[in-house]
């Protein structure tokens, strides 16, 4: 699910759950990112070979695959897209096995969408 | 003459037309209950689709307005459930109050009140059928307010169900108020879940919202056991200071268990300060503590990759290296792990234990190797190692083709 594609700084939301990827999307497309939505491994897969997207931001919490296995995917396909896992708090294993995989960017649930804006602004630049 | 049929076992044809008819009503019974079952699942799943819809529309419209906490709002919720539905509207505004923080959440609980959702689960929550109430409670746990929290705290006191005090207690730990809170904790500890993972999940909730009220509960004594191990678990996943001072009281515990819950808390929250301690449990005799501290120097490597120097990496990675032998293999896999994230002279002890003629420390280093971040050429090198290995484990009698097998 693709929307208002621009070519400067697109960012992946990979989220299964619908609102949560609306929130997050009407986030930071109100400080000027465009973003795409990827509900699944597959779709991820396919917007990073599509576009030239400057990060990923994943809920480890992702479904099928999870968001652990969807990273190992992108390493055996030696992604080098910077990647923000987001995390629910007390998930210092899952973040650690995260780390392990080569994330450096980690946001926490629940989000206020101003730090949620800041920490991209932070990775990627402004938009 | 002989008698060849039915009749030659002695059945007789009023016999045969029976069963005949039996066969035939049951025959039609299953197509029925089938025909039943398939008009069943199309109409639950167009039911489904119908939902889903439904929920997508209220979050489409609703998502802009709850990120910006729009004045707006209000009228946004009204185009919702006009065009969604009262249902799609509420899930939609509870799920936000879950994801995002700040001043909206307390808008939203307004809005939950005032269009009704508050009070429809209030009449659900007291109905005779348990999942039914517990579906209600735990929807009232993320509306919010104080018209919810006051029939959750009597939920989690009182009610016949445990499934529907353990929703409560999950509403009251969302509330975060101190009331709240007090009265989950009371609940919690008045009837303790049978399950480990529940009292787990209710522990990682506490320390998230209310870790003081957790640690007063750990210093108090009123959680002995597994109940403090948990307890100290949770407040150091949620990366609470207090855990690490809670880990370094406990460190010393005569309670082998107990040193190896301290010693992974501390992998979780430490700074490069703690790291002699758990370099030093790497001695300890029990072998789960040691597999602990190996564990706890890889998440020390790993979570604060950012914001160390790492100087302390070379002192742990000649000491895990002691450790690649280690009489117990969870040791050694766990010592092999971390040496694979203490960058490159962890890396370089992993590819001298690959070749080393002990299979048990060569084996850890190679499945160590394999899943760690390399650089290219070290990969490469890992690559030609394995290659070499399964071509030595070989067997001596190589397996027949299949044309040898069938010539």
């Not at chain 1, 989220?15 to 465009?34: I, K, T």
């Not at chain 1, 080569?102 to 602004?121: M, S, Y």
């Not at chain 2, 030659?8 to 009023?14: D, N, R, S, Y």
């Not at chain 2, 949770?234 to 010693?263: K, Q, S």
Request: with cysteine; charged share 25%; hydrophobic share 45%.
């Amino acid at each position: 699910m693709a929307t208002q594609i621009r070519k400067k700084k697109p960012v992946i939301v990979a989220e299964s759950n619908f609102l949560s990827a609306r929130l997050m999307m009407a986030s930071l497309q109100n400080v000027g990112f465009s973003v795409v939505v990827a509900r699944n491994g597959d779709e991820v897969v396919r917007l990073i070979a599509a576009y030239r997207c400057e990060l990923l931001i994943l809920n480890m919490n992702f479904g099928r695959p999870s968001g652990l296995e969807l990273l190992r995917l992108l390493k055996v396909r030696q992604e080098t897209i910077p990647i923000m896992v987001i995390t629910a708090v007390g998930q210092a294993e899952l973040k650690a096995a995260a780390g392990a995989m080569g994330v450096r960017a980690f946001f926490d649930l629940p989000f206020v969408p101003e730090d949620l804006c800041q920490r991209v602004t932070e990775i990627v630049g402004a938009p | 003459m002989t008698t060849t049929g039915p009749r030659a076992i002695g059945i007789t044809e009023e016999a045969l037309r029976f069963i005949a008819a039996g066969v035939i009503v049951l025959t039609a019974i299953v197509l029925a209950l089938t025909l039943v079952v398939i008009i069943h699942h199309i109409v639950t799943d167009r039911q489904r689709r119908r939902n889903r819809a439904r929920f997508e529309t209220a979050s489409m419209l609703l998502a802009p307005h709850l990120v910006n906490n729009s004045p707006s709002l209000d009228e946004a919720v009204a185009v919702a459930r006009s065009k969604a539905g009262d249902r799609a509207v509420g899930l939609v505004l509870r799920r936000a109050r879950y994801d995002l923080k700040g001043p909206i959440v307390d808008r939203i609980t307004g809005i939950l009140v005032a269009t009704g959702e508050v009070r429809k689960l209030l009449g659900e929550a007291k109905s005779r059928r348990d999942w039914r109430r517990a579906g209600a409670v735990r929807g009232l746990g993320e509306c919010g307010g104080a018209e919810a929290k006051e029939a959750l705290i009597s939920a989690a006191a009182d009610d016949v169900s445990s499934e529907v005090r353990r929703a409560a207690r999950e509403g009251l730990l969302s509330d975060g108020s101190g009331e709240a809170v007090h009265a989950a904790v009371r609940s919690f500890i008045a009837d303790l879940p049978r399950r480990s993972g529940w009292r787990r999940s209710f522990y990682a909730r506490l320390a998230a919202v209310a870790p003081d009220q957790l640690t007063e509960l750990i210093r108090s004594g009123e959680l002995k056991g597994t109940e403090e191990k948990l307890a100290i678990e949770a407040l150091g996943d949620a990366g609470r200071p207090v855990a690490l001072v809670l880990a370094m009281e406990r460190i010393g515990a005569p309670e082998a268990e107990m040193r190896a819950t301290a010693v992974r808390v501390i992998g979780k929250v430490a700074t490069d300060r703690e790291v002699p301690v758990v370099i030093e449990a790497l001695q300890d005799p029990e072998w789960f503590v040691r597999a602990a501290a190996a564990r706890a120097i890889e998440w020390m490597a790993t979570l604060n990759a950012a914001t160390t120097q790492h100087n302390w990496q070379q002192g742990a990675c000649e000491k895990l290296a002691e450790h690649m032998t280690d009489s117990s293999w969870w040791v050694r896999a766990n010592a092999a792990r971390a040496l694979s994230r203490c960058g490159s002279s962890g890396v370089q002890l992993l590819l001298t234990a690959s070749q080393s003629s002990d299979r048990y420390a060569r084996d850890a280093a190679i499945a160590a190797l394999a899943t760690a971040p390399l650089q290219p050429e070290v990969r490469l090198q890992v690559k030609k190692r394995i290659d070499e290995l399964m071509e030595q484990s070989q067997p001596a009698i190589p397996a027949p083709r299949p044309k040898e097998l069938f010539a």
